[in-house]
């Protein structure tokens, strides 16, 4: 028996081996193909009007959400607003119904409550009958370190927000998009792919949005309903405005009306993804082949700790442990 799952493990180990290279081989094949088939593809969709499609966009109530909201409206669609705070969501609706958006209606909801997000759905579909486009927006980040995290409510909430709102929400949108071979955008983070320290349970959440959706077009589903995630990097927001000590001075900022627009564009070509803007893509070969230096550089320079065991070995020999620790906290408070 021990012989035979020798075997096994031998051939299996062999496919494996026989498969990467295959892979490898025809890459400089595929990759021209697909970049040829998006480019026919975008060309057929790009056309497409949204105008009267019915929209649900969560989180809308401010930041980028209101401005992809103002987006739709400047395009004519009929608008369900999502958000906690309902007096904030009728002026967003009153502000899209001026940028020409056909009907913008409120749905005060907290996608922590799964009721809330059956309810939604429910709500726009009694009110206009269909569901076309699901913008999944909402979100909430705390910023610390998750070990001096004393209780475990605000990382559950941030996942229960961020994660499992946009995911039942779909889960209750999915018949009526498929229906009307509809939309899921999705507005997740470069933090899905890149790990930002003191932001551990959003960025989880964030990548797991990636995952998840990513995952659903693989299944039938996937066939009737396009996907979009869209990948933002830092935007000038109200949730980024309460970060103050967690995003270094000098880091650019998307403006929140920017990131907005260029969710709207990816979604009417129906990109399967978008990095917004386009240069934290550079990271991506980073994740792949040199993931210490993703690691690295933000503790030295945002956490204010040694990069790594070694480095701080060298330098607690040569300026002792105190200077070594006073030189990266100097290094992370000229950040901030």
Same mark, same amino acid.
């Given at each position: 028996m021990d012989i035979d799952f020798g075997v096994k493990a031998a051939v299996r180990w062999f496919l494996g081996w026989i498969a990467a290279a295959f892979l490898l081989v025809i890459f400089p094949l595929v990759v021209p193909c697909m970049l040829g088939f998006r480019k026919i593809r975008s060309a057929f969709t790009s056309s497409k009007?949204?105008?009267?499609?019915?929209?649900?966009?969560?989180?809308? /109530? /401010?930041?980028?959400? /209101?401005?992809?909201?103002?987006?739709?409206?400047?395009?004519?669609?009929?608008?369900?607003?999502?958000?906690?705070?309902?007096?904030?969501?009728?002026?967003?609706?009153?502000?899209?119904?001026?940028?020409?958006?056909?009907?913008?209606?409120?749905?005060?909801?907290?996608?922590?409550?799964?009721?809330?997000?059956?309810?939604?759905?429910?709500?726009?579909? /009694?009110?206009?009958?269909?569901?076309?486009?699901?913008?999944?927006?909402?979100?909430?980040?705390?910023?610390?370190?998750?070990?001096?995290?004393?209780?475990?409510?605000?990382?559950?909430?941030?996942?229960?927000?961020?994660?499992?709102?946009?995911?039942?929400?779909?889960?209750?949108?999915?018949?009526?998009?498929?229906?009307?071979?509809?939309?899921?955008?999705?507005?997740?983070?470069?933090a899905a792919y890149c790990p930002?320290?003191?932001?551990?349970?959003?960025?989880?959440?964030?990548?797991?949005?990636?995952?998840?959706?990513d995952t659903l077009r693989t299944e039938p589903i996937g066939r009737l309903i396009d996907i979009t995630i869209v990948m933002p990097g830092f935007v000038a927001s109200e949730m980024t405005a309460h970060a103050e000590g967690h995003i270094p001075w000098w880091w650019p900022m998307i403006p929140s009306g920017d990131a907005a627009k260029a969710v709207v564009d990816a979604s009417i070509s129906r990109k399967r993804h978008a990095i917004v803007p386009s240069w934290y893509s550079s990271w991506l070969p980073y994740r792949a082949f040199a993931p210490e230096l993703m690691e690295w550089l933000p503790r030295a320079t945002l956490v204010g700790k040694p990069p790594s065991i070694m480095v701080n070995r060298a330098l607690n020999a040569i300026l002792g442990e105190e200077l070594t620790s006073k030189l990266f906290r100097a290094i992370a408070a000229l950040n901030f």
């Open positions: 009007t949204i105008r009267g499609n019915v929209v649900i966009v969560t989180g809308a /109530s /401010s930041g980028i959400g /209101s401005f992809i909201a103002l987006e739709y409206a400047r395009y004519g669609a009929r608008l369900v607003l999502v958000a906690r705070r309902e007096n904030k969501l009728r002026e967003v609706a009153e502000a899209c119904l001026e940028a020409g958006a056909m009907d913008a209606a409120v749905c005060p909801a907290d996608l922590t409550k799964e009721s809330d997000c059956r309810r939604i759905v429910e709500f726009t579909v /009694s009110r206009f009958g269909r569901v076309n486009v699901l913008v999944n927006n909402a979100a909430m980040a705390e910023s610390g370190l998750f070990e001096d995290y004393e209780t475990t409510g605000s990382f559950r909430r941030t996942m229960d927000v961020d994660f499992l709102g946009a995911v039942l929400t779909t889960k209750y949108a999915l018949e009526h998009l498929a229906r009307a071979k509809g939309q899921l955008v999705v507005v997740a983070s470069v930002y320290p003191r932001q551990a349970p959003y960025n989880a959440a964030k990548a797991a949005l990636v995952q998840f959706f």
